[in-house]
């Protein structure tokens, strides 16, 4: 049964230093208020895994929390690239980055290995790029029924799973909605699971395409409402597309994104 | 060259995406990639394939959003969609087995044979002079759509002999290699830039000059191409952005991530 706490209660207790950390959400539900949590916490040496590692691991990679990056796509969507990856990537700023790079395809039959619990899985892909030359979690394997050769890719199998959802009941039982991503995969591929909501509420109305994660495979929730700015909680917020753009800027250099980093993270405690 | 033409009231970047949505037939199911094909191909929808159909990476098939979205997951997407899948979903059952007509996409360097590269430019993998977003869905979009249409502006930083890293692999060294690889999709069979539409020989699978837009010059896509690009017998030139056209596009363009 999942346990409701507050945030920073929750991090501090299921996110430790050199944990393999999966922070879900396509676009829609990212959990930046738990990211921010995990960065006032100062964590190090985390293995950070996310398709998209947009602006939220662009903030936890620049604040120094990991050392290593599962991802498929490192860029600020519609914007352009990540000023603080990129100055990991290229100058070990503000610590050395280890990279292990995938393509989405790759990275969500990843997760669905996991949460299947499969040792891999196989996908038609990859063939011809030289990704397949690059990341060693990339290889042939060859069909027992065909012959045909395909790709196979090794499960994940994060520590622990932050994902946003709209809603949890007062028992734990989480309700997403809208575009719900990796988000179930991620959860059922980990250990444990920290799920941020922007509200508990006594009964979760049944929602045409919602997903459900019932209680028992949730280890803790958290209120954390608006906890996925800038990103958005369908049917609770839309996309601070301004943000995202302003976000360029304020990356792009190490001194403003200090600055950043101490007004808006180290300054701030926890919502809730 | 004495002839004295007036100005042209559109920008060359309005050209290419002019180009890039009639390149969309209508009823066609695109999987459309933020930023110019995403642009282009909300335009089609509005003008010459208002049967469009509209998936984007986020899981949202045949969205209809009534602005332009900033990201492939914008609540619009959601919002409008016939249907809305997970991630695993949409690349699995919709993406890989073939079922989608035309993958859209962009490239921050191209090479003869449309192989695209978004990782990494100049020094090794490890080391490299600028690391790119990486490859996000385009490795099987490439890889599985019927055929692939490719949107980016013409320079010779972007078209290169070769590119630095194979993100997506496009006709891959030349002719039998996408059959040699098990690639099911069709690759490139347009790239469309501020300067012109390229597609590949039928035999040579070099990407050919066969189009030109009004006004652009076959020099100054040479001058613009990192190799010696060849040149269609039958080189034509691209019909100019109509008043319709223009007005739609910079409406739209006004409500990218719904700014009104």
């Known amino acids: 049964m999942a346990e409701i706490v507050p945030l920073a209660d929750a991090v501090s207790e299921l996110v430790r230093d050199g ?47 990991a050392r290593k990056l599962v991802f498929s796509w490192g860029g600020n969507p519609g914007v352009g690239s990540l000023h603080r990856f990129r100055d990991a990537v290229q100058n070990s700023w503000p610590v050395p980055l280890e990279i292990e790079e995938h393509s989405h395809a790759g990275m969500a039959n990843r997760y669905v290995a996991g949460a299947a619990g499969l040792p891999f899985a196989v996908l038609r892909g990859y063939t011809g790029t030289d990704l397949a030359e690059q990341t060693e979690t990339i290889k042939p394997i060859t069909c027992p029924f065909t012959g ?9 199998r994060p520590d622990v799973a932050v ?25 059922l591929a980990s250990s444990r699971s920290l799920v941020t909501v922007e509200e508990v509420v006594d009964t979760l109305e049944p929602l045409p395409g919602a997903v459900v994660l019932p209680s028992w495979v949730v280890t803790k929730v ?7 700015h800038p990103s958005y909680a369908q049917g609770y917020s839309v996309r601070d597309n301004e943000y995202y753009q302003a976000w360029d800027a304020i990356s792009r250099d190490r001194d403003s994104f200090q600055r950043w980093l101490d007004e808006s993270v180290f300054a701030t405690a926890a919502s809730a | 060259m004495t002839e004295v033409t007036a100005a042209p009231d559109w920008s060359a970047d309005e050209m290419m995406t002019v ?128 055929e692939v249409i490719v949107v980016v502006r013409q320079s010779k930083r972007t078209f290169v002999d070769r590119v630095d890293f194979v993100t997506s692999v496009g006709f891959g060294a030349g002719p039998g290699d996408r059959e040699r690889y098990g690639l099911r999709g069709g690759g490139p069979r347009t790239v469309i830039t501020d300067l012109g539409v390229m597609e590949p020989d039928p035999v040579s699978c070099e990407l050919t000059l066969t189009r030109l837009h009004p006004g652009v010059t076959v020099e100054q896509v040479r001058e613009a191409t990192g190799w010696e690009i060849a040149v ?29």
């Open chain 1, 19 to 65: 944990d393999t950390v999966a922070m879900e959400g396509f676009t829609h539900l990212i959990p930046f208020a738990a990211g921010h949590e995990i960065i006032r916490q100062r964590r190090r040496d985390l293995t950070l895994v996310r398709m998209t590692p947009d602006v939220i691991y662009d903030q936890l990679i620049g604040a120094g929390c």
């Open chain 1, 148 to 156: 045909e050769v395909l790709t196979a890719v090794p499960a994940l």
């Open chain 2, 19 to 146: 180009a890039a949505s009639r390149a969309l037939r209508d009823g066609a199911v695109c999987f459309v990639g933020i930023g110019l094909p995403s642009t282009a191909a909300n335009l089609a929808r509005r003008t010459t394939a208002p049967g469009l159909v509209l998936v984007y990476e986020s899981g949202t098939i045949g969205a209809k959003p009534d602005y332009l979205p900033l990201s492939i997951g914008d609540g619009i997407l959601a919002d409008t969609a016939d249907s809305v899948v997970s991630v695993p979903e949409i690349f699995n059952y919709w993406l890989q087995p073939g079922r989608i007509d035309v993958g859209f996409l962009g490239a921050a360097q191209l090479d003869r044979y449309g192989n695209i590269n978004t990782t990494v430019i100049g020094g090794d993998y490890a080391n490299p002079k600028v690391r790119l977003p990486g490859a996000g869905g385009a490795p099987e979009i490439a890889a599985s759509c019927r």
């Open chain 1, 163 to 187: 994902v946003h959802a709209q809603r949890a009941d007062r028992d734990g039982n989480v309700q997403m909605w809208g575009i719900t991503g990796v988000q179930k995969e991620a959860v």
């Open chain 2, 232 to 260: 269609a017998d039958d080189l034509g030139t691209t019909e100019p952005p109509t008043p319709a056209e223009l007005t739609i596009l910079r409406e739209l363009e006004k409500t990218k991530g719904g700014k009104r």
């Open chain 1, 222 to 228: 958290s209120v954390a409402p608006n906890g996925a």
